[in-house]
């Protein structure tokens, strides 16, 4: 009586999301980020819409302009969202400052505090994401 050796399973191949797929073809996160940059649009496109996420900042419609701009015949209108940690939940005084100014100089002034332990600055536009932010960002 004799045995036959058998191959191995197969592993069932497991569907990537789109937003993996787009991981994976991105030049480690970097995508068409820095070309984007210098382009003259008001938004990324889809695929860099989706990195730059990994980099802390997430692109927006204007939800309090989209009734008027939708009534007026006009396209979204963008701004971004940009997360910091607060590392071990606590900020000092000092940071605070800092993150509330960047907030009223670069963003709409708009800044919260979630309960991940992290702040959201709101109100970001694509002329503050061209410009270098200064050092004090390492606040963030």
Known sequence: MSIEPT???AEPQVKRSAVELIKENSQQLRG????????????FNEQDKQLIKFHGFYQQDDRDARKDRHREGAGKAYNFMVRCKIPGGRVSADQYLVVDDLASK???????????????LHGFSRRTS?????ASTAAC
């Not at 670069?106 to 959201?120: E, K, P, V």
């Not at 061209?130 to 200064?134: F, V």
């Open 130 to 134: 061209r410009r270098p932010l200064p």
């Open 7 to 9: 191959s191995p399973a």
């Open 106 to 120: 670069y963003g709409s002034g708009t800044l919260r505090i979630t309960t991940r332990q992290g702040f959201q």
């Open 32 to 43: 068409t980020i820095a070309l984007e940059l210098v382009q003259d649009t008001d938004h």
